[in-house]
């Protein structure tokens, strides 16, 4: 089973290599996984040097400190490989997997059904319709 789960590439990311980083960038989101994530970017980011992820549409924003793991050319530019740095952070980046899901679908409904709906009324109807399909990782707890 994969490793990392595919999302909609309209989930905006920001990222920061560190407190002097001038070219912060502002990047769309790949894939997001129990040990990391992958993004594109359009420079070279040096392997092994620690990097912050933050989402900041979501509320309240996930910030999550990692280390580049990978950085390959494609398409122009680089997809970038993220390994998170703590143990904890994997039960927070599911609930992330999640809400970035139910936040497609709210905009998803609103450009093909023409529907406005709140972010609870997204979170019923995603949990209803697609809820039981979410993908489990290999090494998912279930309690």
Not at 107 to 132: H, K, M, N
Request: with cysteine.
């Amino acid at each position: 089973m994969r490793s990392f789960i595919r999302h909609p590439s309209d989930i905006p990311i920001e990222y920061k290599m560190d407190d002097n980083d001038s070219g912060a960038g502002k990047e769309h989101l790949h894939d997001i996984g129990h040990g990391g994530l992958a993004f594109s970017s359009p420079r070279k980011l040096a392997v092994g040097a620690p990097i912050t992820i933050r989402i900041s549409h979501l509320r309240p924003a996930f910030e999550v400190e990692g280390r580049v793991a990978w950085c390959r050319k494609e398409d122009g530019g680089f997809t970038v490989g993220v390994s998170f740095l703590q143990a904890g952070d994997r039960f927070r980046v599911r609930m992330v997997e999640q809400v970035c899901h139910i936040e497609h679908y709210k905009s998803e409904v609103l450009e093909t059904e023409g529907r406005l709906i709140s972010g609870e009324q997204a979170a019923c109807e995603w949990i209803d319709r697609y809820a039981g399909s979410f993908p489990v990782l290999d090494d998912d707890e279930v309690s």
